[in-house]
């Protein structure tokens, strides 16, 4: 990203273009590694590819037999991950949207996925499920290569530091543990116990590009910001309404902003620093608001809820 996010930018941050395709209302959106396509799932059963520099929808690609409740950028973009919607299968797909084929399917889950962090460095991706177990899996093989049981939270969580090589997991409320992804059976290096203070349970998490902090999502309207080698509470958020179990905060690539929607459609973003303070808050959309990202290459934010909008700052 050549220019600098600033107070000021997000405070111009206004639609540069929205797109009605879908009839139903977005469930997650992801941006390529090179900041070139955008992707989104909903629950009409469809994925959307779109150009982020052309601001055009490239292609549409139904999946009405399982549904589409998460999607998310491999390395081969425009090859995905989906996570079905249906109760009757649990399966992952890895599929190309270059001519709309399935490539390869991963079974084992045994209740819907919640959760899909793709390694930033290999084939290798994380799912989360109902069924209260994390695995890790490799592209190339239909086998999970690692499985983690979390009996003690209802919805696990599990996310990629930017190096590839460690991951975290919230495996029971208030806790998270760290693993090394070459030595995932051996168990967690570090755990993190009562990082925060009341009872919001744990919907997401993200560790910063720059490897500092780590981003909880909760269902109370809190987000929390944790030092990633510590453990500590650093800052925590509040002012957006969360929109359910599958609002989650994001960082800014340059990991010193946090993005949320809410259940008022608006978007809200904090400062990484001084104590968190809130930034501003964007008119956002028409319903609620629960998907969120900013382009890791690009100035530009695309927000959804079942619309779905290009942000650009503008000018002066």
């Known amino acids: 990203m050549s220019a600098l996010l600033t107070d000021e930018v997000f405070k111009r941050m206004a639609m540069g273009k929205v797109f009605k395709d879908n009839t ?28 982020c520099a052309k601001g055009e929808k490239r292609k549409t690609s139904y999946s009405k037999k399982y549904g589409v409740g998460l999607v998310r950028f ?8 989906c996570a079905s919607k249906n109760k009757w299968d649990e399966t992952l797909r890895y599929l190309s949207l270059h001519d709309n084929q399935y490539i390869r399917y991963f079974r084992g889950h045994r209740d819907k996925v919640v ?6 460095k290999d084939d290798t991706f994380l799912s989360a499920s109902l069924d209260r177990t994390i695995r890790l899996w490799d592209l190339r093989s239909p086998v999970a290569k690692g499985l983690l049981h979390t009996k003690e939270i209802a919805r696990p969580c599990a996310a990629f530091d930017p190096s590839g090589l460690i991951f975290a997991a919230a495996t029971k409320n208030r806790t998270l543990k760290l693993f090394d992804v070459r030595a995932y059976d051996r168990g967690p290096f570090t755990t993190f116990k009562d990082i925060y203070n009341d009872d919001a349970e744990i919907t997401a998490l993200e560790i910063s ?20 080698f510590e453990g500590t509470p650093q800052f925590f958020f509040k002012g957006h309404t969360s929109a359910g179990p599958d609002t ?17 459609g608006k978007i809200h973003v904090w ?12 008119p956002g959309h028409p319903q609620p608001t629960r998907c969120v990202k900013f382009n890791p290459t690009k100035m530009m934010m695309a927000s959804a809820c ?4 290009f942000w650009l700052p503008a000018p002066t």
């Open 24 to 51: 139903a209302t977005i469930n997650s959106i992801d941006f390529s590694g090179d900041g070139e396509y955008c992707v989104t799932s909903s629950d009409d059963e469809s994925v959307r590819l779109y150009s």
């Open 74 to 81: 491999t390395h081969h973009a425009p090859a995905v991950i």
């Open 115 to 120: 959760h899909l962090d793709m390694s930033p």
């Open 209 to 228: 590009a720059d490897s500092k902090h780590i981003l909880l999502s909760t269902n109370r309207s809190t987000i929390y910001m944790l030092d990633a």
């Open 248 to 264: 989650h905060a994001s960082f800014t690539p340059d990991a010193k902003f946090v993005l949320s929607g809410s259940e008022t």
């Open 271 to 282: 400062e990484c620093e001084k104590e968190g303070r809130p930034v501003c808050t964007l």
């Open 306 to 309: 079942q619309t779905l909008a």
